[in-house]
């Protein structure tokens, strides 16, 4: 199959699935105000090109392929333009939205993205997504623990030892509350927001707040209603990102740094969302690959993608460098992504201070959690 070929795909069939909610003159007029003057409303919302996946081999089929590096072998439909993929009867699995995110705001949070991936993926706790086995985590202290993680760097084969060792990600924004080798962590800032400057936090939530607008106006506005119902109206304003007018149907933003990941499900995203994801970054290959329907989207600096990561296993191929050759080892370019989700147990979470009282009671031994109060 030709190049051509591939990013051409077949059409959904029976017409455009959007016909049935047309925007009105209102909604147009809202949304340039918003968003400014795009070619045309199609292009807008996503739907400029409508491609149906080659295939479906099943959900079961697609969880074997969790903590397997991807390839070009593992799709035959390439989505490089502003598009959608999906079908009729499992709904949307991708949508693609060229060029929106203004080069001024990227270039403002270039060097806090990098700060923010800080973790190296390697002795970490993204076993799939790694794809380099299973190991015994380090205590701070240097000394194994009884956790099982990604294996440390020294502890990898050449193959993988290559592929993680410039790998970070990080987390920006609010975790849920957490158990982790028999200690309880409340609903909380992540460890990065924490230590941010207020100015680089501001710049975090714009960004956030930039990407849920195009969000918003896609062909995907019903999933983004889903997720601003559940940050908007049930969860506590401390746990949820914010620009200066309103909330953002975020809780948090993971940040990975240089890092093709192996084929894995999200956990713990909102499954009756969508997650939102961008890169940075002077690369090519790396495309996101959803291997139950072989197909895969090709996404630059700039871009946005919607994707249902929370429910469909997804993993990138190789990451290039930009003239598209192989990178030696430990030379890879640096790309930095963004995927920007809410966190389902959020809603569960209690104000500060409550969260704060129940992990003291639960070291003592109480069991008892309060009832969370009505905002």
């Known amino acids: 199959m030709t190049e051509e070929e591939i990013k051409k795909g077949p059409l959904l069939q029976d017409g455009d699935p959007d016909n049935e909610h047309p925007l009105t003159d209102e909604e147009i007029e809202e949304g340039v105000e918003v968003l400014g003057t795009l070619p045309n409303w199609r292009e807008w919302r996503g739907l400029s090109t409508i491609l149906a996946p080659p295939t479906d081999i099943g959900q079961e089929e697609a969880l074997k392929f969790r903590g397997q590096l991807l390839d070009q072998r593992h799709y035959t439909l390439l989505l490089d333009e502003t598009g959608t993929v999906g079908t009729r009867e499992g709904g949307p699995i991708c949508v693609l939205l060229k060029n929106r995110i203004p080069k001024e705001l990227l270039d403002k949070v270039r060097p806090i993205l990098r700060r923010a991936a800080r973790q190296s993926v390697a002795a970490g706790n993204r076993t799939d997504a790694a794809g380099a086995g299973k190991g015994l985590r380090l205590r701070r202290d240097g000394t194994l623990s009884k956790m099982s993680g990604v294996p440390r760097l020294a502890d990898l084969p050449d193959e993988h030892y290559w592929r993680l060792k410039a790998a970070k ?53 019903g999933y983004h209603d889903v997720q601003m119902e559940k940050a908007a109206a049930k969860t506590f304003r401390e746990y949820v990102l914010k620009t200066p007018t309103d909330v953002v149907p975020f809780t948090t933003i993971t940040v990975n740094r240089s890092w093709r990941t192996a084929a894995h499900i999200d956990s713990g995203d909102l499954k009756q969302g969508f997650g939102v994801l961008c890169c940075l970054g002077d690369f090519e290959g790396c495309d996101l690959v959803f291997p ?60 500060p201070e409550e969260e704060m009282r129940v992990i003291n009671n639960w070291k003592k031994g109480k069991s008892t959690q309060p009832k969370k109060k009505k905002k």
Not at 331 to 338: A, G, N, V
């Open 169 to 221: 990600d990080g987390t920006v924004g609010y975790s849920a509350d957490t158990t982790r080798g028999g200690q309880k962590y409340p609903c909380r800032l992540t460890g990065w927001t924490q230590d941010a400057h207020p100015s680089e936090w501001r710049l975090m939530n714009e960004l956030a707040g930039t990407v849920a607008n195009y969000w918003r106006w896609s062909t995907l506005l």
């Open 292 to 351: 139950r329907y072989k197909t895969a989207v090709r996404f630059r600096e700039g871009d946005i993608l919607l994707a249902d990561v929370a429910n469909q296993v997804h993993g990138n191929t190789p990451l290039l460098n930009p003239d598209g050759s192989e990178p030696k080892p430990g030379k890879e370019p640096e790309r930095l992504s963004c995927i920007f989700y809410y966190q389902e147990k959020m809603e569960h979470c209690l104000v």
